[in-house]
């Protein structure tokens, strides 16, 4: 099992680096991502957190022997653009965190100028969206050419069900998250695996 959407005390999480190794080799997880916020937010991850961050997660991996990836979760803004700390990211991960007239122009934006790995919680109730099946076809066509995985997040519990029905004949990459900002919350991705297993049995799993 993997978790790939966990953040640390180096954001908004409550758990630092170590604690959280713990909790995942306790769960048998095999594989690990954490992925702080980035600095469009005050408390998020710049380049001097990100290296002490990468320093705390080799000796984790060393103290528990599994594997942790050393990830990103940065907002896209109205422009579609992100901000990313000058660090070597295993995974960067983008996502929506308001309400968005734009939404979907957004993302597309986003995806096709930056280099990033995983589309995060996509049409999560927590920040409100307003559907649109021709924009919804387009982003999902755009993720599909481009080879982005797209994330199933059982913190949000989204995409919602009708979203992921559309997906199902697809050619796509999923990625697996809890988005836990609690030690209680890493691993759980029960809700991901149930859709992943209902919806993608075609898909391919992201693997960094
Ligand atoms: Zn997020
Ligand atoms: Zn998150």
């Known amino acids: 099992m993997i978790d790939y959407h966990i953040h640390s005390n180096y954001s908004d999480g409550k758990a630092s680096v170590l604690q959280i190794a713990k909790k995942a080799k306790e769960l048998g997880l095999k594989e690990i991502a954490i992925v702080d916020h980035s600095i469009e937010l005050s408390f998020g991850l710049d380049e001097k957190k990100a290296k002490r961050r990468a320093e705390e997660i080799e000796i984790a991996k060393e103290t528990y022997g599994i594997k942790i990836y050393s990830g990103i979760e940065c907002g896209i803004n109205n422009f579609g653009e992100i901000y990313l700390p000058a660090f070597d990211f295993d995974l960067v991960i983008v996502s929506v965190h308001e309400y968005a007239l734009n939404y979907f122009d957004r ?3 986003c995806i096709e100028k930056k280099e990033v790995h995983v589309v995060g919680h996509l049409l999560s109730e927590t920040f409100g969206y307003s559907r649109d ?3 919804e076809k387009e982003l999902l066509d755009k993720i ?5 995985a797209l994330e199933l997040n059982s913190g949000h519990q989204c995409p919602p069900e009708d979203f992921l029905a559309m997906c199902s004949e697809r050619n796509l990459k999923i990625s697996i998250g809890s988005d836990a900002h609690r030690l209680e919350r ?6 991901c695996l149930e859709k992943a297993k209902k919806y993608f049995w075609r898909a391919k ?3 960094i």
């Open 186 to 191: 890493v691993g759980k991705v029960g809700w």
């Open 107 to 109: 993302i597309i934006d």
């Open 205 to 207: 799993l992201f693997e």
């Open 133 to 135: 099946l021709e924009k």
């Open 144 to 148: 599909e050419s481009l080879g982005v």
